[in-house]
C-alpha cells in the first residue's frame, strides 16, 4: 500500500501562482510514476502532469508553459509549481502514484485525498 499526502491548494487570482506538494509513503518502491490530476464539477478527472523516477515530465496541453512538475526522489515528495493560473484551473487537484508490478507486469494507481485549488478572475 501506498499512503499520500498532499497539501498547498488554496484561492487565488488569476495570474498568480501556487505550489502543490504530494509526500508519499509505505510501499514505495521499483519502477513509479507520480502525477497530478485534477477534476473540475461536471468534468472528468484528467492529467496534468506526471514525473518519472528518472524525471521524464508529461503535461497536458492546457498547462505547458505555466506549470511544473518535479520530485524528490530522498524525500518521495511530487511538486506542482502552478504559475499564471487561470480561472478555468479550478479543480480539486489529486496526486497519483503508479507503481509497476514486476512480478505481475502491471501497474497499480494509488490516490491522495484532493487538495482544492480555486482560481478567481
Known amino acids: 500500500q501506498v499512503q499520500l499526502v498532499e497539501s498547498g491548494g488554496g484561492l487565488v487570482q488569476a495570474g498568480e501562482s501556487l505550489r502543490l506538494s504530494c509526500a508519499a509513503s509505505?510501499?514505495?518502491?521499483?519502477?513509479?510514476?507520480m502525477g497530478w490530476h485534477r477534476q473540475a464539477p461536471g468534468k472528468q478527472r484528467e492529467l496534468v502532469a506526471s514525473i518519472t523516477t528518472g524525471g521524464n515530465t508529461n503535461y497536458a496541453d492546457s498547462v505547458k508553459g505555466r506549470f511544473t512538475i518535479s520530485r524528490d526522489n530522498a524525500k518521495n515528495t511530487v511538486y506542482l509549481q502552478m504559475n499564471s493560473l487561470k480561472p478555468e484551473d479550478t479543480a480539486v487537484y489529486l496526486c497519483?502514484?503508479?507503481?509497476?508490478?514486476?512480478?505481475?507486469?502491471?501497474?497499480?494507481?494509488?490516490w491522495g485525498q484532493g487538495t482544492q485549488v480555486t482560481v478567481s478572475s
Open positions: 497519483n502514484y503508479r507503481k509497476f508490478n514486476l512480478g505481475g507486469g502491471y501497474w497499480t494507481d494509488y
Open positions: 509505505g510501499s514505495i518502491f521499483g519502477i513509479n510514476i
